[in-house]
């Protein structure tokens, strides 16, 4: 007999407690499974020549100012310590830039995703807790204090900002017209109104009073951007592009759009030249900088990975299929005719 007990513990006697639900479990036949396997790869070859095609229509225009050429206009830039050094990339579009345009700058042999570089910041100054500012945790090491005096914002990540410098310039008639750039928007949304956050003191100031800035650094974070409030900072834009690290030692970074009215329809042919104040070394690490115009479509950057994955996909179950119709022909059961 069962104990009392047990009978109180006991589920109810329903059909969904009993587990006596009706069900449907498919039987899998070739007739089913082969036309599944045609329509699936007709569409993956589908989706993937229209993926490969929009990304061979996206404009990209790249430009090395390594330096590392002698005839280089940024030979001297690379092989002297001199600041704020400057030099010149010139190129001529042949076509239209069409649509909105945007400018990025690109770092090779860079490996952002290193452990290392990538757990050195403190998060908790990051996020405006002042606490943080005079005792910054030890995963900023080497990169904690200067000297006795703690450093905001600390660690790898913050201390190795970007910060070559660029200006676009149209020549029209052996006349130089300046093409605007818009920094706003370049950044993560997430990143911007939430995992960074300013302390909320006013001036800010004077929430850095007793720190010292990054080593390489030559400003601290509260002049990032001093004309604009709502770039200045830990939310300074060019500084959250940075501090999302990149998966790959090959990278863009975005730096800024062309959203001026005379350039709405995008970059007309024509001469150009990018004015480059060039103070970020990567000679010493056999690294590689450029920079990048690139426009969009609706699937984002140029990428032909993704349509030659759907493609050999696509491509797989076709073929998969022929073997799997084959098969079932040759040893097929007499029942199943």
Not at 69 to 85: L, R
Not at 261 to 273: C, E, R, T
Request: charged share 15%; hydrophobic share 40%.
């Amino acid at each position: 007999m069962p104990k009392e007990q047990d009978l109180a513990n006991r589920p109810d006697n329903t059909a969904f407690t009993q587990q006596r639900l009706p069900a449907w479990q498919p039987i899998l036949s070739a007739g089913i499974v082969i036309p599944g396997f045609v329509l699936i790869g007709l569409a993956f070859i589908g989706i993937g020549v229209a993926l490969f095609l929009t990304s061979r229509s996206i404009q990209v225009q790249e430009f090395d100012y390594t330096g590392v050429d002698t005839t280089s206009s940024c030979y001297m830039c690379s092989s002297t310590n001199v600041p704020n050094c400057v030099c010149y990339v010139n190129f001529t579009l042949t076509t239209k830039f069409q649509g909105m345009v945007y400018f990025y700058y690109a770092l090779s042999n860079y490996f952002q995703s290193h452990r290392k570089f990538g757990a050195s910041r403190d998060y908790y100054q990051l996020s405006g807790d002042t606490t943080y500012f005079t005792a910054p945790l030890d995963v900023c090491i080497p990169f904690q204090y200067a000297n006795t005096t703690p450093i905001v914002p600390c660690g790898l990540s913050a201390n190795s900002l970007f910060n070559d410098t660029f200006k676009l310039y149209q020549i029209v008639n052996g006349t130089t017209k300046l093409v605007p750039f818009d920094g706003r928007g370049i950044a993560w949304w997430s990143d911007y109104n939430i995992k960074y956050q300013n302390p909320k003191v006013t001036p800010l100031k004077d929430a850095f009073k007793g720190t010292a800035k990054p080593v390489n650094w030559p400003k601290p974070a509260y002049e990032l951007d001093t004309t604009d409030p709502s770039n200045n900072g830990f939310v300074n834009q060019d500084f959250l592009v940075w501090m999302r690290r990149a998966a790959l030692p090959n990278f863009w970074k975005l730096y800024r759009r062309i959203t001026d009215p005379d350039y709405v329809g995008g970059l007309p042919a024509g001469n150009y030249s990018i004015e480059i104040t060039y103070n970020y070394p990567v000679i010493s690490f056999n690294g590689k900088k450029r920079v990048v115009l690139s426009n969009v479509s609706w699937m984002g950057g140029r990428n032909p990975f993704l349509g030659i994955a759907y493609l050999v996909v696509g491509s797989l179950c076709i073929v998969m299929s022929i073997v799997m119709l084959i098969v079932y022909a040759k040893f097929k059961f007499p029942d199943d005719v």
